[in-house]
């Protein structure tokens, strides 16, 4: 069974920082890319950040290119995003999913909140 675990999320000010984690298990991890995707309040789900299996290419939707970075441990089949510079609009819930784009599997996803 596929299983994706978020954590990491929480609340901060306009200009702080989080790091979201995903814990992975129930398929082979190292050979999957692996995205972060977002629902704000509202709206539909937004992909954010992908990388590709080896961790060696990262993709990010322009709205947070510079301030987020994702990675991945395959050793330990996590993926993570680095959120700096945090905005009140990345206000969301975040999810890891299997695959590029939003169609892939996800977690039950982790509350991200940044107001002042």
């Known amino acids: 069974e596929v299983l994706l675990v978020e954590s990491g999320g929480g609340q901060v000010q306009p200009g702080g920082s989080l790091r979201l984690s995903c814990a992975a298990s129930?398929?082979?991890?190292?050979?999957?890319?692996m995205s972060w995707v977002r629902q704000a309040p509202g709206k539909e789900l937004e992909w954010v950040s992908s990388?590709?299996?080896?961790?060696?290419?990262?993709f990010y939707i322009q709205s947070v290119k510079g301030r987020f970075t994702i990675s991945r441990d395959n050793a330990e089949n996590m993926l993570y995003l680095q959120m700096n510079s945090l905005k009140i609009e990345d206000t969301a819930v975040y999810y890891c999913?299997?695959?590029?784009?939003?169609?892939?599997?996800r977690g039950q996803g982790t509350q991200v909140t940044v107001s002042s």
């Open positions: 990388i590709t299996q080896d961790g060696d290419s990262t």
């Open positions: 999913a299997m695959n590029v784009g939003t169609a892939g599997t």
């Open positions: 129930g398929f082979t991890f190292d050979l999957y890319a």
